[in-house]
């Protein structure tokens, strides 16, 4: 039986990437850096009836099914590791509505986030999820791994502003499920249970969000300090005198020394990025406010963002970040633990402690205001990547003696299943797989993800971390 005929004769030859098309590699990976898994062939859906199909086909046949967004995913969650069918959803890419009266959007999973979010603030409405992938990323890869970003501070994470979605269920059933208003409590929320099933109990074919009002305006504030401690206590006092920043941004000096393209110079400092939003008046007086507060609480220095082209230049050494390392290092492992914001201090602390041979670095920077850090493990030799497994055992058993957790954005996919009994109880375990086994029995769907044994393959860190 050969999958790729099966799909051609139901949905068309020119919804199927087949095993020797050029253009197959690319469903072979992620942003992950884990490397290349091959699928059978790709079936590019148009339509939840075309989702149906793939599902239907996949069961009847045996077949793994690996749902696929834009494939910017940390954490190899949309690799066919078990071969099969990889169903992309790059063509769903339609904004269906936008309904400015009620404040939502009906959308298909493949459309760009950033997409979105213009569309809707052209109505002067607001999406405030902003992974920093946004310009690649698709909305139904955010729903699936319940992303977040800088705003998740204020504004809080994907799941917050799902209100329905309608699903393709293994097997071919369509499910419609949640609502279209802002409250609603019928039933059990099954809609927050697919929320960051990470691709392994449905496929999303459409999801309805919820919209905010545009924010009038925005601020923007950098500070420089010495050290770690007078970061850490610039903003707790921040916190402490009520004010409530859209994102705080912490950078810190190994991450900052790599920025070579900054006129700023940030090379011996941390760094903290705070952003703002409100009625433009109030947001220039706590502007000042929260400069003086930064200044009394040692800052070197306070930049002010005075226009938008000054905001897009402090953001873009933020966003730089992940880049300036990959470029500068041949290997660079990044991780998203996620402690209690109170918690950070103590977590750069124990940071430090690990054990840490020379051929390792390490530069951490992320969201300082709900303690999402992204540790980076740098590496430039192949031998000093065998150093690395045991620094990221030292990273996730500190941070979860400090009552956090394994990943605060990207999700478990592939590449942390085998640290879940870190984090969760054998029985906690147990139960997230009876409910994937309710939606999945035949474990098609997406397998060989989250949970550590499952029969799935395990990867050492060193080879399935390749240079990203
Ligand atoms: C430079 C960079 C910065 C990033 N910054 C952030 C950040 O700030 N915050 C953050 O949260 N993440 C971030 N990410 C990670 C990534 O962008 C997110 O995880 C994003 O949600 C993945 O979306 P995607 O469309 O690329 O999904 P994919 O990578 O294609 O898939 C991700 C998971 O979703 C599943 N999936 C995809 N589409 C569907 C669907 N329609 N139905 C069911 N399951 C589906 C897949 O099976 C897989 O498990 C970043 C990545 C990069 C490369």
Redesign the pocket.
Known sequence: MNVASLLCDELGKNQVLTKDHPYLAPYSR??SGLGDFHPDCVALCESAEQVSIVLRLAQEHNIPV?????????TG??LPVYGGIVLS?ERMNKIIDIDTKNSIAIVQ?GTIVSTIQDAVEEQGLFYPPD???LK???I??????N????RAFKYGVTREYVLGLHMGLMGGELLRCGKQTTKGVTGYDLTAGFVGS??TF????EATIKLLPLPQSTALLLALFQNETSCSNAIDQLLHQGFHPRAIELMDRNTLMHMTSSDIDLSSHWAVLIELDGEPNTLETITIHIGELLEKNNAIDVIVARDERDRRRLWSIRRAC?KSLRNAHQYKISEDICVPRGSIGELFKRIDSIPTPSDLSIATFGHAGDGNLHVNILADSEEATKHIEPFVHALFEHTIALKGTLSG???I?LSKKQYMPLEQTPQVIAWQKKWKHMWDPNNLL?PG?IFPDDNGKTFPIASRRCPE
Do not use: L, W
């Open positions: 992620d942003e690996t749902p696929r967004g834009a494939g910017t995913g940390m969650g949309c959803t999973p992974p920093a992938s690649t990323c698709s139904g890869g955010n729903i699936a791994s992303a977040g970003g800088p990470e691709g449905g496929v999303v074919t992940s954005e990207h999700g996919g997406n993800k």
